[in-house]
Every structure is written in C-alpha cells, then in structure tokens.
C-alpha cells in the first residue's frame, strides 16, 4: 500500500472554541444582560448542529470565566464577571513569560505616575493621617538608609492606591504585587543591591510623598512621585533592550 | 415528624473549586514552570481522595484559563498563560456593572497620564510621523470644531499606546476600548454633547501633545495630556458620587 499521510484528527477543541465564540455572539445579539436566563444545553446543541457534549463543554468554560452560573430549577443564566478573579486565577509570575513580567513591571510604574489626580480627588484627614503613621513607622525603625525596601514600598504604595478609590485599580495593584516583588527580588539577584540607587542628588521619600500630597497638587506630587520612582525607572528603561 | 430544616446538598462546585486551588498550589510548590509535564488525572483524583470527574472539571477550567495544554503523547503539561486572552473573553462592557465601568473608564485616565516617560524613551521619527499624519489628517477633515470626536481620540491615543512599546499595555488598551466607547455613549446619551466642554480657556489639541512630544520632556507632556483630558478627567471627578 502506498505511504500514506497520517490523517490527522479534526479535534474537539476547535469545534469548543467555535461554540464558545458563538455563544458569546449569541448573547451579545440578543442583548442580554446578567441575571437573564439562557437557552438549555439541548437548544443550543440543536440550532448549532453539534453535539450536547461540544456544548457542555462551551457551558463549562465559559462558567470558569464567571459568565454564566447554574440556578436551582431557572438553569443557567448570565452573569457579570469578575475580571479581578479571572486576572487573579493566571498571574502566577513563575509561570509568566521574561518579557510580559518586564510589561507588567512597567505598568506599575504607569499607574503610580498616573492615579495623581484621583489621590487629590479623595483624599481625606482620615487617610493622611493613615499614611503619616505608615511613614512615622518607616522613620523610626531604620535610621538613615536610603535603599530600597519592599515592605515599606508595599505599605505606603499600597495605601496610596487604597486612596485613589478605585477599587478595580487597588486590586489589580494586589493582584500585581507578587509580580513586582518575583522581577524585584529576580533583578537583584545578580545585581548588587546599590545598583538600585537614586541617580541623582535629589532624593523624594515617602515623607516628603506626604508632604506634597497634603499642600501640594496633582502637577506637584507626579513630578515628586517621578522623581521618588527614579531607581526603578532607570532600571526598567535601562534593561529596555528597545 | 418534627419539621427538618433541609439538607443542602455539598455540590460538586465547592470541591471542584477545592481542587482547583489545590492544583495550583501543588504547581506552585513543585516549582513547576510552562513546559513541565503534570501528573495525570487518575493520580490527582487518588492522591486528592476524589472523583476523576472532579479532578477533569478541575483541570478543563485550568485549560480554558490558560495554564494548562494537552500533548498528543505527553498527556498535560503547564503553559504560559495569555493574560490579554483571558481578559478579552469576558470582558463585555453590557455585562460589567456601573461600578466596574467607571473604574475602568478612569484606569484609561491613569494610564494616558503615567506612560509618558515611556513615550519619551521610545519615540523615533517614523513614529513621530506617523502621528503627524494623524494629526494632518484630522485637521484637514474637520475644520474648527473643538468638540471631542471618538474616532480621532482613537487613532491618535492608540498611536501612542504603540509607541509605549508596551505589548501587554497596548493589549489592554485595544480591550478597554469599547468599554470606553460604550462609557462614552452612554453618557452623552442623556446629555448634551456640549457638556463635555474644556472647562477652561486652554484647549490642548492632539497637534499640541505632538509638538510637546518632539519638543518636550516628559513632565511637560504629562501637563499637556492632564490639559487634553481635562473634559474627561471633569467628567469622571464629577459623577465620582464618592
């Protein structure tokens, strides 16, 4: 018999992803919104021509993603998704690619430059005074040391990004953290830890964050964060490799 | 019989949520990164002490999110996730909350405010070009309207989320737009579109922003761009209801 081709199986998986792309398009045709219920497993197998298991399949994932949900005797309907949960699920740095980390990195330093605005928006005595304690803290345990220290950076930072009041950005700053933290602590693995020094004189504490966010302004603290950020920008538009 | 209050059932959807974390956890801990093979689905459910079934439900929700792949041959191993991917599939703005698309809406505002170092970093002159086509473009079709036009915003915003040179940021931008649109439409709906005014004398036009990023330094490009954004940025302050 003549060699043949090896036939290569149509796979399931394509004829999910279809199902699971028209279901999506189906729902957005129809205009409808969570809490609305949906076509039975059976319907939707019937007018797509494929098999109940396809669909179930289709069902599944998009219940993984939080679009749909199962109700007692109502069947499946829609639901709003929580994209932190979907984001929080996958961002495991050790199984994220060198340069999505490198993105992802970068993306912090964007947000914290960005968010001046809604920080002067909502402040408030109460978090001030929150933030003066966070940095009354820092100045008491370590006397003189300009260098960089992770638990301090998390607690001032992270109230900050607690005060922008949104809450979808404070928790993909959370969700963020261990990626900083996996490039942080991979970065100064072979680097001396000096190597993440303040290039110039000038050095913005938290303190100083504080200060500019009490009498300052929006234009004011982003050329302060800027400046208090510096290491950090050097450092990522230096191994830019652009 | 004394009247019983029912017996809920367990549900098989705890345990499969059980036996998802756990599974990630045991990734986590082995220290297993994209390409490892993982163990196979009977010796899970024995070592878990559960059904197959819940271990399959288990690990097709980890192949929808990403994290895990079939191999012909090789069973299942762990791959590197597609952040983007997974946000673009669920991220519908009919089924966010108004909530979720406010803060949405203003993590554009951070994000156009914060990346102008990058944009300095990484500017060139066919880039810089490119937005001057742009900008020729609008002024020839349009000849004084001040008022804000979506699709200009587009080309030239997403021109510059390009030269960011940023994948994941530009990615994440290309996601957040038809929530923006969808934002945007929905607001102007019930009002005029006069009420998105520049609040104030000085308008920053697109030809301004590119003149400061050839001319300028990232700190006054920021300035330029909290000017630009001025109607958006009032907009999304006022209907704050914080």
Redesign the interface.
């Given at each position: 018999m003549k060699k043949l081709k090896k036939l290569e199986p149509l796979g399931t998986e394509s004829l999910v992803d279809k199902v699971?792309t028209r279901l999506?398009m189906f729902?957005?045709e129809n205009?409808l919104?969570?809490g609305d219920a949906i076509p039975k497993e059976i319907d939707f197998a019937t007018s797509l021509g494929v098999s109940r298991t396809v669909v179930r399949?289709a069902l599944?994932?998009l219940r993984?993603?939080?679009?749909v949900e199962s109700k007692k005797r109502r069947g499946m309907i829609?639901?709003?998704?929580d994209?932190i949960n979907?984001?929080a699920?996958?961002?495991?740095p050790?199984?994220?690619?060198e340069?999505?980390l490198k993105?992802?990195f970068?993306?912090r330093?964007?947000?914290?430059?960005?968010?001046?605005?809604?920080l002067f928006?909502?402040r408030n005595e109460e978090d001030l005074d929150e933030l003066e304690k966070i940095v009354a803290a820092e100045e008491a345990t370590d006397t003189h040391q300009i260098r960089f220290s992770l638990d301090k950076e998390i607690a001032f930072h992270g109230k900050l990004y607690q005060m922008s009041?949104?809450?979808?950005?404070q928790k993909?700053q959370d969700l963020l953290l261990p990626v900083f933290n996996y490039v942080y602590l991979k970065d100064t693995e072979n680097t001396n830890l000096d190597d993440y020094h303040y290039s110039e004189g000038e050095f913005v504490s938290h303190r100083m964050l504080l200060e500019t966010l009490r009498e300052g302004t929006?234009?004011t603290f982003?050329?302060a964060m800027?400046r208090h950020l510096e290491p950090h920008?050097d450092h990522a538009?230096k191994t830019?490799g652009?």
């Open positions: 699971e999506l729902f957005k205009k919104v969570p399949e599944l994932r993984t993603l939080g679009l829609l639901k709003q998704p994209i979907n984001f699920r996958i961002l495991d050790t199984l994220l690619g340069d999505t993105q992802l970068e993306l330093l964007i947000l914290e430059m960005g968010m001046a605005d809604f928006e909502n009041n949104n809450v979808t950005l993909f929006p234009e982003r050329n800027r920008f538009l830019g652009r």
